[in-house]
């Protein structure tokens, strides 16, 4: 069973930088489409970037399109989520994610990701 575990939230003024790692073990995340979300309080999970298994293809939702950048590591089963010029829109829990094993391409829709870390807090605010 692949777990996924998220870090580098925090707090940070606008137009700083953050870093997301989302490891996984349990299996290797070469395996699975990767994805990013975020959910503010109050609003439902949206789907913010994605990297398909051989990171050919890559998504990003127009609100963070040439701020963040998304990548991976297959052999140190690692993705990051580079977060940068971050404004206070950007607040809220970023959950990582993983498809099912050998899904294709790349999906924003959390109904397409089967396996899910616990999240962390990024806070944008002077």
């Known amino acids: 069973q692949l777990q996924l575990v998220e870090s580098g939230g925090g707090l940070v003024q606008p137009g700083g930088s953050l870093r997301l790692s989302c490891v996984g073990s349990?299996?290797?995340?070469?395996?699975?489409?990767i994805g990013w979300f975020r959910q503010a309080p109050g609003k439902e999970r949206e789907g913010v970037s994605c990297?398909?298994?051989?990171?050919?293809?890559?998504y990003y939702v127009d609100s963070v399109k040439g701020r963040f950048t998304i990548s991976r590591d297959n052999a140190n089963n690692t993705v990051w989520l580079q977060m940068n010029s971050l404004k206070p829109e950007d607040t809220g829990v970023y959950y990582c994610?993983?498809?099912?094993?050998?899904?294709?391409?790349?999906?924003?829709?959390?109904?397409?990701?089967?396996?899910w870390g616990q999240g962390t807090q990024v806070t944008v605010a002077s």
């Open positions: 349990g299996s290797t995340l070469d395996f699975h489409r």
């Open positions: 990297v398909s298994r051989t990171a050919i293809s890559e």
């Open positions: 994610a993983a498809g099912p094993s050998f899904s294709y391409g790349c999906s924003a829709s959390a109904r397409n990701y089967r396996y």
